[in-house]
């Protein structure tokens, strides 16, 4: 279609691993087919990219998304599969792709610019930008071998983006440099944007996929788990990883699964044992909140003895682990008094001020003061948030923006 700049059908990549290596040609022909296994980098990934979108690649390391880079600018074939590209691509797949370490910096330029497909007249008209670009003036007559990472990958980034391409392709070389360079790379990918180019690239960072991606494909073993908008995607990204590492959130792991059980995970005397943890989200057959939705979160309990004074709370931390909120019945002036058997205690957050993520949270059940511990569950359940905009960063605070001296209209959508 006239419309697709990328199209991936059916691509499948496989590497053959050999656990012996052989040393000469004599010993392979005497010895015959030597024993390997297949590695499977990608299987079966099928998606497009339309012309002037804006796709990101996520995935953990070893997922496929940098074979599957690869392959779409031509330095691999895929095994089974076919990859269709229209258009000039300029492809940035790794720190110095394409430099020779004893050419100076303006000889590489003119290489790497060779290599994009244009003429030394063309480099000549840009170079300039190139070098302002990659604010490395006093340097460029040096050999590339003295210059450090940061400088190579500005350079390279530099050419890429220099050469007037239909189709950007990019590996983790966003998060290169210093704020100032970053910031700097962000505002050339938005001028892309408008000018109608495509890009394809691959990153970790969430808050660049929302900020700037109209969708996102998410890889893991080499599988397309979900190509949908950035929000959900990142989502999807952030369980795989968390599968990866044995962690169950509350919606993947149900309502009535404890997973801090059993001992010795568990804290406290279980004078009050914790037997279960509903996570809450408004509609039905939703597991997340959009920002500024209601949560509930509901802690049900069972008590062996009757206990006069009990304080119930929770604490909510990132995925860092960061602490982020906490409170519990006794710091909102509650006093609960328990009888022997089942009940249970509601944390109602009528509203969420939180953006894309996964939170923890953590709970307990204690007497005044934090001691005795009688049960504790530390951030063994969570909550997921999916922002469907593309506001960085990690609260939603929703400031009223009012303008004087100047006329303020209203935008179309982001795309």
Same mark, same amino acid.
């Given at each position: ?7 991936? =059908? ?10 012996? &290596? ?21 299987? =079966?990934? $099928? #998606?497009?990219?339309? &012309? ?64 994009? @497909? ?9 170079? =300039?930008?190139?070098?302002? #670009? ?21 350079? @390279? ?36 944007? !408008? ?5 394809? +690239? ?8 929302? &900020? ?24 999807? +990204? ?44 408004? %509609? ?18 069972? *008590?062996?003895?009757?206990? =006069?004074?009990?304080?119930? %709370? ?22 609960? $008094?328990?009888?022997? %058997? ?15 993520? !996964?939170?923890?949270? !953590? ?42 001296? *100047? !006329? ?8």
């Amino acid at each position: 279609m006239a419309d697709i700049a990328i199209e991936i =059908d059916g691509v499948s990549k496989r590497f053959r691993l050999y656990q012996e &290596q052989v040393q000469s040609l004599k010993e392979r022909v005497i010895r015959g087919r030597i024993p390997h296994e297949d590695f499977w980098a990608l299987r =079966d990934v $099928s #998606f497009e990219v339309k &012309q002037g979108e804006t796709v990101g690649l996520l995935g953990h390391n070893g997922s496929g998304k940098s074979t599957l880079l690869k392959c779409v600018a031509g330095i691999q074939r895929p095994t089974s599969g076919r990859i269709v590209v229209g258009g000039r691509m300029a492809a940035l797949l790794e720190l110095g792709a394409g430099f020779h370490p004893e050419l100076t910096g303006r000889e590489n330029v003119y290489l790497n610019g060779s290599i994009l @497909g244009l003429s030394k007249a063309e480099i000549t008209r840009v170079f =300039d930008d190139i070098v302002a #670009f990659a604010e490395i003036e006093q340097f460029i007559d040096n050999q590339v071998k003295h210059f450090s990472s940061g400088m190579y990958a500005r350079l @390279g980034f530099a050419v890429a983006v220099n050469v007037d391409p239909d189709l950007l392709v990019i590996d983790e070389v966003l998060s290169v440099g210093d704020e100032a360079f970053q910031r700097k790379c962000i505002n050339r990918i938005k001028r892309f944007q !408008t000018e109608g180019r495509t890009i394809l +690239f691959v990153t970790h960072a969430a808050d660049l996929v929302r &900020q700037i991606c109209d969708r996102a494909v998410v890889l893991d073993h080499g599988e397309m788990v979900i190509d949908a908008e950035p929000g959900i995607a990142v989502r999807a +990204f952030r369980e795989t990883l968390l599968h990866r590492e044995g962690v169950e959130g509350a919606a993947a792991a149900g309502p009535d699964v404890r997973t801090d059980d059993p001992d010795p995970e568990r804290r406290g005397t279980l004078k009050i044992r914790i037997t279960g943890v509903d996570v809450e989200y408004p %509609g039905a057959g939703r597991a997340h909140l959009l920002p500024g939705e209601r949560l509930v979160v509901r802690v049900r309990y069972s *008590a062996a003895e009757a206990v =006069d004074e009990a304080v119930f %709370g929770v604490a909510v931390h990132d995925i860092k682990g960061d602490h982020l909120f906490g409170t519990n019945t006794e710091l909102v002036g509650l006093g609960v $008094s328990v009888p022997v %058997g089942d009940g249970e205690v509601a944390f109602v957050f009528d509203s969420v001020p939180l953006l894309d993520g !996964t939170y923890f949270l !953590t709970l307990g059940a204690h007497a005044p003061g934090g001691e005795p511990v009688y049960d504790w569950s530390e951030q063994r359940h969570s909550f997921e948030v999916v922002n469907p905009g593309r506001t960085p960063g990690l609260v939603d605070l929703r400031p009223r923006i009012e303008v004087r001296g *100047a !006329t303020a209209t209203p935008l179309p959508p982001q795309r």
